[in-house]
């Protein structure tokens, strides 16, 4: 699981992008994660969407807020495989505890 903390100045939202859904107001928000944190340990920022016609327009959003890691799941994850029975055959030995299949 990862925890991601997120700061949005209200303020600086543009209210003619807001949309009514069916249970309220919203705002499209876009988050962009940096490879590298900034000056203020900062992990990325958040931006206004402003439409598909406008982005591809050259229009960029506002900047409305700033994104920071709290917490990162480090677990390492399995190469992938090619071969479905590799998953049966794991979990079989992690039930009898050896990799031997007694039928």
Not at 33 to 45: A, H, K, S, T, V
Not at 82 to 101: K, M, Q, T
């Amino acid at each position: 699981m990862a925890i991601l903390s997120v700061k949005v100045d209200v303020t600086k939202l543009q209210k003619e992008l807001f949309f009514t859904g069916a249970k309220g107001t919203y705002a499209d928000l876009t988050i962009l994660l940096r490879d590298e944190p900034d000056q203020y340990d900062n992990d990325g920022f958040i931006s206004q969407d402003v439409g598909k016609e406008a982005r591809l327009a050259g229009e960029k959003g506002p900047i409305v807020g700033n994104v920071k890691w709290i917490k990162r799941d480090d677990r390492p994850s399995a190469p992938p495989t090619n071969d479905p029975g590799d998953s049966y055959r794991a979990a079989n030995a992690a039930l009898s505890g050896s990799e031997d299949i007694p039928f």
